[in-house]
């Protein structure tokens, strides 16, 4: 096992976002954080996305695949953790 670190946070104003789908915000967050990290393009090597129910209702299964195409990222792991209210700790 390797050592993982958080270099940088990023996150977006509570509110509504009607026009705005579960990956897109999500890939928003995600770009603010990598900014706040100052990562060299490239440097990530893999996405994981805790979700609840973005599958039953959003209809987005692999929404971490859809965030990682969104922001670019091409050629990373990517996960998707669908695990209702323990989704961040699973």
């Known amino acids: 096992m390797r050592d993982v670190y958080v270099l940088g946070i990023g996150q977006l104003p509570v509110s509504r976002y009607p026009d705005c789908l579960e990956y897109e915000m999500a890939s928003a967050a995600i770009a603010k954080a990598e900014r706040d990290a100052r990562l060299e393009p490239g440097r990530v090597s893999m996405l994981a996305v805790g979700t609840m129910l ?32 323990s989704s961040g700790g699973a």
């Open 54 to 85: 973005s599958g039953i209702l959003g209809h987005q299964q692999q929404l971490a695949t859809h965030v990682a195409d969104n922001l670019g990222w091409r050629g990373i792991e990517t996960a998707t953790v669908d695990a209702a209210c």
